[in-house]
């Protein structure tokens, strides 16, 4: 393995670790604001921490195109061009912006009554919910996937379903969660081949901040004296979560298989359960222990690539 590969991996882990441990600031922060609230400001801390980013990229770009390049580039960009890049950033941003919104708030919801373990593995669940949704929109299902989704609905049940087959609200909140989850990741692979990667996202962490305004203000008291007593897991939310996550994972993912990058991403889940039990004296019992395991397995048979049987013709 090559150096480059190596660091990437690492990154990518870094990236899960930060996506893991972020789950203790959301439970932190709604100690003293409402989950909207929550969703609203830190998508807005994300935006505007992208912003730098979008900056130094495109200062990246332009040092790395010559004056005569660069000359055809300003005659190609014209006015036409230039509002039809900003209607597709626009539509993109509020298309991607709304499952974030459901997704976001549902979670942070959940985590309201559940551990962030629990949550955490449940979250990871769109892994495997994503082939599901694909076989509505006619795309074949490996054979791997079907094997996942069993796994999946095994360790699902033992980890939120209790005796009497009761499920716990949080929980059950969570996972209709992460089919929003699921919805997003397809919308995004709809319009990142159309835009920019990090402007998208830039847009659609500014259209989920505005559609999570709306019932922060209808369902909630927003007090600057509140928001302020959270600001610490709320600028960790925002910053390192979205912006500093999403730019490793964005460089990471260039030097490394995309295989090997779902799997090393799918870590998230153990990072929230040991970041739970570690910061918050979470505890999760020995069948949900055992749940969290092969929920765990499903994602990763999920994400491996289908073995090809080549025929060899006899001559």
Not at 82 to 87: G, I, Q, Y
Not at 166 to 172: K, T, Y
Not at 265 to 290: D, K, M, P, Q, Y
């Amino acid at each position: 393995m090559n150096k480059k590969r190596i660091i990437g991996n690492i990154l990518l882990l870094v990236t899960a670790l930060i996506w893991g441990s972020s789950f203790v600031a959301q439970v932190k922060s709604m100690e003293n604001i409402g989950p909207f609230t929550f969703v609203a400001i830190r998508n807005f801390i994300a935006a505007a921490s992208l912003v730098p980013v979008i900056f130094v990229m495109n200062k990246i770009k332009k040092s790395n195109i010559t004056s005569n390049e660069c000359d055809e580039l300003i005659n190609e960009e014209s006015e036409k061009s230039k509002t039809a890049n900003r209607k597709t950033y626009i539509i993109g941003g509020i298309c991607c912006g709304i499952p974030l919104f459901m997704g976001s708030s549902l979670q942070q919801i959940g985590l309201l009554y559940t551990s962030t373990g629990k949550a955490g593995f449940i979250t990871t669940l769109y892994i495997v919910i994503v082939p599901i949704i694909g076989l509505f929109l006619h795309k074949k299902i490996k054979k791997q996937t079907w094997i996942g989704i069993a796994l999946a609905t095994i360790g699902l049940y033992m980890l939120c379903v209790k005796e009497g087959f009761s499920i716990d609200f949080g929980d059950f909140i969570v996972f209709i969660g992460a089919f929003f989850w699921a919805s997003h990741i397809l919308i995004i692979d709809y319009f990142s081949p159309k835009t920019d990667g990090i402007k998208l996202s830039c847009f659609q962490f500014i259209f989920c901040g505005i559609f999570a305004l709306l019932p922060a203000f209808i369902f909630e008291n927003i007090l600057l004296d509140t928001i302020l007593l959270s600001m610490i897991p709320i600028l960790y939310a925002g910053i390192m979560s979205s912006g500093v996550a999403y730019t490793l994972q964005i460089i990471a993912q260039k030097n490394t298989d995309p295989t090997i990058a779902s799997l090393l991403l799918s870590t998230e889940a153990v990072f929230a359960t040991i970041c739970g039990f570690l910061i918050l004296n979470e505890r999760l019992t020995l069948r949900e222990l055992l749940g969290c395991c092969i929920m765990f397995t499903a994602v990763i048979i999920t994400q491996l690539p289908e073995r090809k049987v080549y025929k060899l013709e006899e001559e």
